[in-house]
């Protein structure tokens, strides 16, 4: 069990999905005599649990809670019902360190999208805490200033690999490259909206192809080519606000329902103009993806999608004048860069049940038409096709 080889100082409570961290913050108030814990200690770390310093909720003192009776108890009563979501263990598995013959070694990451915007700023943050690093993405310039920026204030050196993920056959050649790496978390955060040409140089719908058909193609190829299943394997998916509110109005489900076969199939269909809708729909996917592999109930697999907020990057630079201006007006109450990189690497580090998904850094159920077994059937039915079968 993964338990008995994490070192003494390691703060197990960190790693614990949030629901989950208030639980056992209860119990250690139950029994607060025989954990050693004060209130204003366990107050002071549930308000700042995403700290990455050492806390006083240590493996010396928290792994005795972890293997009592209440614990099995509270373990049972929080997770076991939860579908797609077995133990609180395997969750938190995800980010613990790893003891090994050459020493500790941290989780490896590997973020699409990584050296600009949202990702950057989880990049960036993931680095301060020692990870090992893959970031992708298409400008050597830009990757260049990521890992520079790691080695100067963290002395941590990302990997790049260069990309372009709206072409599928270097979205293939990237899969197959990155799924023999071992990875324990991957966050596919790549994106674009707006773009210009709305057809890709393959004749592929460009905004569906980048952040949908990609991470689908890359998600799978990962799974599909494990070789340690004992190994916990998290997927982080970046969705939109338009998941929560695409069927506030009938208006949203007449555009697009995912329960429907024949309205995925037409979204993918290229043409000259690749709007915001087409952006909505991928978002859209990319939560029904999260949920189709939690569903699917693979051993050691989690996957959570997270809304890391509204937040004016390069990738709105190809928005009409008019909507970028009006999105600037409201920037005093978008999410800030750096808050939104945050939330992505809380997503990374918090797996979330089926079913919920992160509304920036708060757990939210997601509406039932992302996740119902209607909406996955006609999704796979669709995206079937894109598997990497070599």
């Known amino acids: 069990m993964f338990l008995q080889n994490i070192p003494n100082n390691f703060d197990v409570f960190s790693i614990l999905p949030y629901d989950c961290q208030r639980n056992v913050t209860n119990l250690c108030l139950a029994s607060q005599r025989d954990c050693e814990f004060d209130d204003a200690t366990l107050n002071n770390h549930t308000a700042n649990r995403m700290t990455s310093s050492v806390s006083p909720f240590s493996s010396r003192l928290l792994l005795p809670l972890l293997h009592s009776p209440q614990w099995a108890a509270l373990r049972t ?50 680095a301060a805490e020692k990870h090992e690093i893959t970031i992708s993405g298409r400008d050597p310039k830009k990757a260049k200033d990521v890992i520079e920026q790691c080695q100067a204030k963290f002395n941590n050196t990302p990997r790049f690999i260069q990309t372009d993920l709206s072409l599928a056959s270097e979205v293939v050649k990237f899969a197959n490259e990155v799924a023999g790496e071992q990875y324990d978390v991957c966050i596919l955060n790549a994106g674009i909206m707006n773009p210009k040409p709305g057809r890709t140089s393959e004749d ?11 991470s689908y193609m ?8 494990r070789n340690d299943e004992s190994r916990p394997l998290h997927f982080v998916f970046s969705t939109s606000i338009f998941v929560k509110f695409h069927n506030s109005t009938p208006l949203g489900l007449r555009f697009f329902n995912p329960q429907k076969v024949s309205d995925w199939q037409k979204s993918l269909v290229p043409s000259d103009v690749s709007g915001p809708g087409k952006y909505a729909i991928s978002k859209i996917g990319l939560a029904t993806l999260s949920s189709s592999i939690s569903l699917a109930n693979l051993p050691n697999v989690t996957a959570t999608s997270v809304h890391p907020g509204t937040v004016y990057t390069n990738i709105m630079s190809n928005l009409p004048a008019r909507q970028q201006f009006y999105i600037k007006l409201a920037r005093p109450f978008t999410t800030s860069l750096s808050d939104a990189g945050a939330n992505l690497v809380r997503a990374a580090k918090n797996p979330l049940p089926a079913g919920k998904f992160y ?32």
């Not at 890359?218 to 080519?225: D, E, F, L, Q, V």
């Not at 757990?363 to 077994?373: G, N, R």
Request: aromatic fraction near 8%.
């Open 204 to 214: 592929r719908e460009a905004t569906m192809m980048t952040n949908l058909v990609s």
């Open 77 to 126: 009563k929080w997770a076991e019902p939860i579908r797609g979501f077995k133990t609180a263990n395997t969750a938190a598995s995800v980010f613990t360190i790893r003891a090994s013959s050459t020493g500790r070694k941290m989780p490896r990451v590997l973020i699409t999208g990584g050296t600009d915007g949202i990702g950057r700023e989880a990049a960036l943050k993931l």
């Open 218 to 225: 890359i998600a799978h190829k990962i799974m599909n080519t």
């Open 359 to 390: 509304l920036a850094d708060k757990p939210t159920k997601l509406p039932s038409f992302v996740y119902s077994d209607l909406s996955i059937a006609a999704f796979e039915g669709v995206f079937e096709q894109f598997k990497i079968r070599n």
